[in-house]
C-alpha cells in the first residue's frame, strides 16, 4: 500500500506524521484478556484525569490546531480519542465492538492520538490524507451521514473511508475481516510514534494472532 499526504494537509499541519501497520489476523468477538487490560487503562484515566484536562493534552492541542487550520471546528468535530476519553469521563464506558478495534481503542487511550483501523480488503492499494471538498460525506459507524468538508480524510479511488474523528462503515473492520490497515495521526509529529506503533503491533499478535506485520512511518 502507499500512503501519501495532500500538500494542502502538509501545508496546514507541519508537523503531522502518519504512524501506519498492516497485518492479517485473526479476530473475534470478545477477549477478556484484552478487555481486563482495557479495564485497567479506563480505570487509570478515571483515577487520574478530568474531563477538563483533556483540552490540554499535547495530542489532542495539536489536532484541535490543525482541524482550526483547515477550517473546522474541534468542538463539534472531536478527535477520536477525545471522544474515547470523555465517554469514560462521563461514566459511559467503552463499547464492545471486536478484538481489532478493541485494540485501537486500548492504543488510542494509552497514547492520546487518535487512531483508525480499517479493513484493507475493502480499500484500493493507493491512499491519501486529504482535506475533503464541498458536499462530501460518508454513512460514519454507529452514526447518519457525517459532513466531510474541511475535515482531513484518508482516500482511496472510491473516495474517503476515514478520518481522525469518525471512520465510515464501508471500511469497518469486523470479526471477518482478515487483513487490516491501521494508521495513527499524530499531528503533534513523530516523538513517541514508533513506541505507540510497537505497542499496537504487540497487542495485535498477542490477542489477534497477527502475521506479517508491516510498519511504517510516513510524514
Same mark, same amino acid.
Given at each position: 500500500? $502507499? ?6 494537509v ?9 504512524? @501506519?501497520i498492516?497485518?492479517a489476523?485473526?479476530?473475534?468477538s !470478545?477477549?477478556p484478556? %484484552?478487555?481486563? &487490560?482495557i479495564?485497567?487503562?479506563? &480505570?487509570a484515566?478515571?483515577r487520574?484525569? #478530568?474531563?477538563e ?6 495530542a489532542?492541542?495539536?489536532?484541535r490546531?490543525?482541524?482550526? #487550520?483547515l ?5 463539534r ?6 471522544a474515547?476519553?470523555r465517554?469514560? %469521563?462521563?461514566?459511559?464506558? %467503552? ?5 481489532v478495534?478493541?485494540?485501537n481503542? @486500548?492504543?488510542s487511550?494509552e497514547?492520546?492520538?487518535s487512531l483508525?483501523?480499517?479493513d484493507?480488503?475493502?480499500?484500493? !492499494? !493507493?491512499?491519501? @490524507? ?15 451521514l ?7 480524510v ?10 481522525p474523528?469518525?471512520?465510515? &462503515? ?7 475481516t ?5 494508521v ?9 510514534l514508533?513506541?505507540?506503533l510497537?505497542r499496537?503491533a504487540?497487542?495485535?499478535?498477542? $490477542? ?7 510498519i511504517?512511518?510516513?510524514?
Amino acid at each position: 500500500m $502507499h500512503v501519501s499526504i495532500d500538500p494542502a494537509v502538509k501545508a496546514a499541519c507541519p508537523g503531522l506524521a502518519l504512524g @501506519l501497520i498492516e497485518a492479517a489476523v485473526t479476530n473475534g468477538s !470478545d477477549n477478556p484478556g %484484552l478487555w481486563a &487490560e482495557i479495564d485497567a487503562c479506563a &480505570e487509570a484515566v478515571r483515577r487520574t484525569m #478530568a474531563i477538563e484536562d483533556i483540552a490540554k493534552l499535547p495530542a489532542v492541542q495539536a489536532l484541535r490546531r490543525a482541524y482550526r #487550520a483547515l477550517g473546522k471546528d474541534p468542538t463539534r468535530y472531536r478527535g477520536s480519542q477525545e471522544a474515547l476519553l470523555r465517554r469514560i %469521563l462521563r461514566g459511559l464506558g %467503552l463499547y464492545r465492538i471486536n478484538t481489532v478495534v478493541d485494540i485501537n481503542n @486500548l492504543v488510542s487511550i494509552e497514547s492520546r492520538q487518535s487512531l483508525g483501523v480499517f479493513d484493507r480488503d475493502r480499500i484500493a !492499494d !493507493d491512499v491519501v @490524507l486529504r482535506v475533503a471538498g464541498p458536499g462530501e460525506t460518508y454513512r460514519g459507524i454507529g452514526k447518519d451521514l457525517l459532513n466531510l468538508e474541511g475535515l482531513p480524510v484518508y482516500a482511496d479511488a472510491a473516495g474517503a473511508f476515514g478520518s481522525p474523528t469518525s471512520d465510515s &462503515e464501508r471500511a469497518m473492520v469486523t470479526v471477518a475481516t482478515r487483513r487490516i490497515f491501521l494508521v495513527v495521526t499524530a499531528f503533534g509529529g513523530a516523538g513517541d510514534l514508533q513506541a505507540t506503533l510497537d505497542r499496537t503491533a504487540a497487542l495485535l499478535e498477542r $490477542h489477534a494472532q497477527a502475521d506479517g506485520i508491516e510498519i511504517a512511518i510516513a510524514g
